[in-house]
């Protein structure tokens, strides 16, 4: 909100900066989301460890869980990124399976 002298209404400005706009919704999105999805799914993990449940179940569970862990690690390090950092590696996109040796290949 910004207030403009002389005038008692209220006034709204925007950040200018999309980066900026873009770290903050994907933020609040993950808190809103991701974040109780992840304690759900290590509650769920738990309670198949305790006896609950079959095998199938809580390996399905464990690994929806660490590929939630590591898709969270990886979201929270993009988003500290400093702005010219985030905007090179933008950049690259698909190059990094290249770049990495690693072809086109798809993970099974």
Not at 3 to 20: A, I, Q
Not at 42 to 47: M, N, Y
Not at 49 to 73: C, N, P, V, Y
Not at 83 to 92: E, N
């Amino acid at each position: 909100m910004v207030h403009v002298l002389g005038d008692r209404r209220d006034h709204f400005e925007t950040l200018k900066d999309v980066w900026e706009i873009f770290r903050i919704v994907a933020e609040e999105r993950k808190k809103r989301e991701i974040d109780p999805t992840l304690r759900v799914l290590a509650e769920c993990v738990q309670e198949a460890k305790s006896g609950q449940g079959d095998a199938h179940t809580r390996e399905r569970l464990e690994s929806m869980l660490e590929f939630l862990a590591a898709m969270t690690g990886l979201f929270d390090e993009i988003l500290r990124m400093p702005t010219g950092t985030l905007k090179s590696v933008v950049k690259l996109r698909g190059r990094v399976v290249s770049i990495l040796g690693m072809g086109s290949k798809k993970a099974g």
